[in-house]
């Protein structure tokens, strides 16, 4: 049976390494969409901060979906929200008070994009963050915060070194409860333990009425491995991670090379 779906990570897969979308992929994903098939972009970022490149894609409109916040909330690309998985104020809590104690930057984001950390000294990959998702930073410690405040993830930040010394040590305190990721080299993500972008792609798809199979997902990175271990057919970029490549059926070119082009029509269009 044909591809129905494609999921299709934006940070390093959808976009290039200037942070653009190649106009080979534009055309591509439009010769995709003119033939019936669902373009669903599944990023760890808020839909504020996409919204521009779905402009570019042209797709709009509530019967287009888009998985935010690695798998958080799937919502149309008008902002009807389908499903959402947040994580409770006390997790929030020991978050911000483990990156205090073991000086590790951190942030949040809430359910409609804004920024919180209680950093005084924002680090620079918060600020960068939050420009690339059209979002403010609100300086605000738990206790200045409603006691319900809720948040789609937290973010551990920092150079690749920093984060991988924590890493084993975030995870030994908070994986037993929540789901812990290396989104990237300079993001340590925590979020609700039922939440991730395989299992948020498999209950679109689901809720679509559609198969494993007629599902392709391309992405380049750890948190783009539930969706390959879903997907019928799992793409790496070729600048993927050396685990995102294992865990793919295939591995095409790079963010720079066309290599989201060539993997939609070579398995999808031809």
């Known amino acids: 049976m044909s591809i129905r779906l494609i999921a299709i990570d934006v940070d390093d897969t959808l976009l290039n390494s200037k942070g653009e979308i190649l106009p080979s992929t534009i055309s591509a994903i439009k010769e995709a969409v003119s033939q019936g098939i669902k373009i669903v972009l599944c990023t760890g970022r808020p839909l504020v901060g996409i919204s521009h490149f779905l402009q570019q894609l042209g797709l709009f409109g509530d019967d287009q979906y888009v ?17 959402k998985h947040l994580v409770d104020n006390d997790h929030y809590r020991q978050m911000t008070k483990f990156g205090q104690q073991h ?3 951190f942030n949040v984001l809430d359910e409609d994009g804004t920024i919180y950390t209680a950093d005084l000294d924002v680090n620079a990959i918060t600020v960068v963050q939050a420009w690339e998702n059209s979002a403010g930073i609100l300086i605000r410690k738990p206790d ?50 039922g939440v991730n972008k395989g299992q948020a792609l498999k209950d679109l798809a689901t809720n679509l009425k559609f198969d494993a199979h007629e599902v392709m997902a391309l992405g380049d990175e750890g948190n ?47």
């Not at 030994?172 to 993001?187: G, H, P």
């Not at 997907?231 to 991670?241: F, L, P, Q, V």
């Open 67 to 83: 998985i935010t916040y690695n798998g958080a909330v799937i919502e149309t690309i008008a902002g009807r929200v389908i499903a």
């Open 224 to 270: 783009d491995i539930a969706m390959f271990d879903y997907a019928g057919t799992a793409i790496s970029m070729g600048n993927g991670s050396d685990l995102a490549k294992k865990h793919a059926d295939f591995v095409t070119g790079t963010n720079d090379e066309d290599g989201l082009a060539d993997a939609i029509k070579k398995y999808v269009l031809e």
């Open 103 to 105: 000086k590790i930057p």
């Open 144 to 193: 200045e915060l409603p006691a319900d405040f809720q948040i789609t993830k937290g973010l551990f930040v920092g150079n690749e070194k920093l984060l991988d010394a924590i890493e084993p040590l975030v995870k030994e305190n908070f994986s037993q409860d929540l789901y812990v990721v290396r989104a990237a080299r300079n993001f340590l993500e925590l979020m609700h333990p």
